[in-house]
């Protein structure tokens, strides 16, 4: 009766394998993606990877290290690595307190000053270099002051280009260390307060060790974007060869005349751009 019963209360084998292979092929349905956003995904990426393919397929690989041995751009890439590297260093330097104060304090308007100081990220690089000609030309206020009191002139300098890329990459780090700043464990900080560690050596030994990769990974942006820079460099510092034309500078003046040279310093700083990539893909790239 046991057995006749609980034979009577079962579906059949064919029967449950059907229902199973209908409720994978709905749910393998419900899973594809609607045609409409695929034909869109596969826009963007056409959108992004068709100006990186043509400039690798147009790249003269035959001419291409004699491009980059050649005195101009060999002395725009120095220069360039010297200067993104002070910008870069400025960066962490200012960068770290202001992020530190708008991830743990409660300083008023630090919503206003979180807006401020991330302007350079969507302000046109050449407004933003007006912008610092208006406030550090020799005719400026403080421009004025540093010349006739310290003898320092920004504008048309190596000085000027270091300022132009910090002022563009400080947001960079700021707002990725202040995030790591936000979602970090404070008890472990709190701890160390509680036994007696002063404000400092918390600061030392327990925060920054807790937020060293974003560290790290805002350092890598602010030197990439300092790398970059063309438009408030151009227009803060000038192009003059040997002393403020980087990088980006020489490949705007390589398009007017040698197109193949310009295509190879633009190769230099689209493998700079992939090195970026690689080293922050720990932090950027989830895997699935």
Do not use: H, K
């Not at 491009?67 to 870069?88: G, I, K, Q, V, Y």
């Not at 912008?131 to 030309?137: E, G, K, P, R």
């Not at 002063?198 to 990769?213: I, N, Q």
């Amino acid at each position: 009766m046991t057995a006749r019963g609980s034979t009577s209360g079962t579906a059949p084998a064919p029967a449950r394998r059907a229902r199973r292979r209908a409720t994978s092929s709905s749910r393998r349905r419900s899973e594809r993606p609607p045609a409409l956003l695929l034909v869109g995904a596969a826009l963007a990426v056409a959108l992004v990877a068709l100006p990186l393919v043509g400039l690798l397929v147009r790249a003269p690989w035959g001419s291409l290290l004699d491009d980059l041995r050649s005195p101009a751009a060999t002395e725009a890439l120095r220069l360039s690595l010297a200067t993104a590297t002070c910008a870069a260093a400025i960066a962490v330097v200012l960068g770290l307190p202001l992020a530190w104060v708008l991830a743990r304090t409660e300083v008023p308007g630090r919503s206003a000053i979180r807006a401020l100081v991330l302007l350079p990220m969507v302000l046109p690089p050449v407004v933003g270099g007006v912008a610092l000609l208006s406030a550090f030309s020799r005719r400026s206020l403080v421009g004025g002051w540093l010349d006739d009191a310290l003898g320092i002139q920004l504008t048309f300098s190596p000085a000027g280009v270091v300022l132009a890329q910090a002022f563009v990459a400080l947001p960079f780090f700021v707002i990725t260390v202040e995030a790591a700043l936000r979602q970090a464990d404070r008890r472990p900080e709190q701890v160390a307060a509680t036994l007696g560690a002063r404000p400092w050596t918390v600061l030392r030994r327990v925060t920054l060790p807790s937020v060293a990769p974003a560290l790290v990974a805002g350092a890598v942006l602010a030197w990439a974007r300092a790398l970059g820079e063309f438009g408030a460099t151009i227009t803060f510092a000038g192009n003059i060869a040997g002393r403020t034309r980087t990088l980006p500078l020489a490949i705007y003046l390589a398009l007017e005349g040698d197109r193949g040279a310009a295509v190879s310093l633009s190769i230099v700083l689209l493998g700079v751009s992939f090195l970026v990539l690689v080293a922050l893909r720990d932090r950027w790239f989830v895997r699935t």
